[in-house]
């Protein structure tokens, strides 16, 4: 009886170690921090609308210390459409610079978000250069009519411009915070 008890002891700790040595394995495989950056509450309030091509929705977004890797960009869409997505560097006197990547999303029902069923649209930022400081996210449609969801949170971060030459308008604050997450690695 008591080989059997060394028996199943043994074979219990065996077990356990096993289970011990299988864990770092799989957190050895990849980083194990991720900055996720975004200025809303998560609880969607309404949503953003693009009444023309060049009205441009921006999220300046101020980076910790250091360089940062970019993974993705996420965002909460209501309505299908074409929108393009620009990462804009940042110029000296705060504003949204050159265009460092831009990606056009075209949305699709499958995409769509009621605003608190956690389905986000994810754009992959594979092989960007690494960002330090100060960036701007921009969001403006390109066909249909899509919308993003958005926050009442007044932050400081979110603006809107027109991109059209011919109208002089700069940022201008807006009191909504689009559903927009930027993540890095440190």
């Not at 441009?56 to 910790?64: A, C, D, G, N």
């Amino acid at each position: 009886m008591r080989r059997l008890g060394r028996f199943w002891g043994g074979l219990a700790l065996v077990a356990i170690l096993g289970a011990g040595c299988a864990a770092p394995t799989a957190i050895s495989s990849g980083s194990t921090r991720e900055l996720v950056l975004g200025y809303d509450d998560a609880r969607a309030t309404g949503t953003l609308a693009f009444p023309s091509g060049n009205y441009e929705s921006m999220v300046r977004f101020q980076l910790p210390d250091g360089e940062h890797r970019p993974l993705r960009i996420r965002f909460q869409a209501e309505a299908v459409g074409r929108l393009e997505i620009t990462i804009y560097d940042n110029t000296l006197f705060e504003t949204p610079g050159a265009a460092i990547r831009t990606l056009t999303r075209d949305l699709s029902a499958d995409d769509l978000s009621n605003g608190t069923d956690g389905r986000w649209v994810i754009e992959d930022l594979a092989g960007l250069k690494p960002l330090k400081g100060t960036v701007w996210v921009g969001v403006h449609k390109t066909g249909g009519t899509p919308t993003i969801w958005a926050s009442g949170v007044v932050c400081g971060q979110t603006f809107v411009r027109d991109n059209d030459p011919a109208n002089p308008m700069g940022l201008l604050p807006t009191r909504r915070t689009p559903m927009i997450r930027l993540e890095l690695v440190p």
